[in-house]
Nanobody, 122 residues
């Protein structure tokens, strides 16, 4: 069973940046489609961005296009989410998970890790 761990969250002012990391131990993420998802208080979990399992194709939800970038770091065996120009509405717990198919970037049933809290506030 694939177990992923999220890190990199924190408190940042509006307009700031954070870089989230999704890591795995004991196996390679190189050929696994991965998605980032988030859940804000009182809201359903939603897909933020997904990356394919083969070529570096990606997809983003409309609200983060142009601000977030998903990528793979093969040396660190991670999938990262660079978040720029953060807004208060980006505040949520962020999770990573395997996805299939990657282009739909639908919220999977799990399993889910602990997630990492991102808070955008002045």
């Amino acid at each position: 069973q694939v177990q992923l761990v999220e890190s990199g969250g924190g408190l940042v002012q509006p307009g700031g940046s954070l870089r989230l990391s999704c890591s795995a131990s004991g196996f390679s993420l190189k050929h696994i489609a991965i998605g980032w998802f988030r859940q804000a208080p009182g809201k359903e979990r939603e897909g933020v961005s997904c990356i394919s399992n083969s070529d570096p194709s990606t997809t983003y939800t409309d609200s983060v296009k142009g601000r977030f970038t998903i990528s793979r770091d093969f040396a660190k065996n991670t999938v990262e989410l660079q978040m720029n120009s953060l807004k208060p509405e980006d505040t949520a717990v962020y999770y990573c998970a395997t996805v299939d198919p990657w282009w739909l970037c639908r919220v999977p049933s799990g399993p889910w890790g602990q997630g990492t809290q991102v808070t955008v506030s002045s």
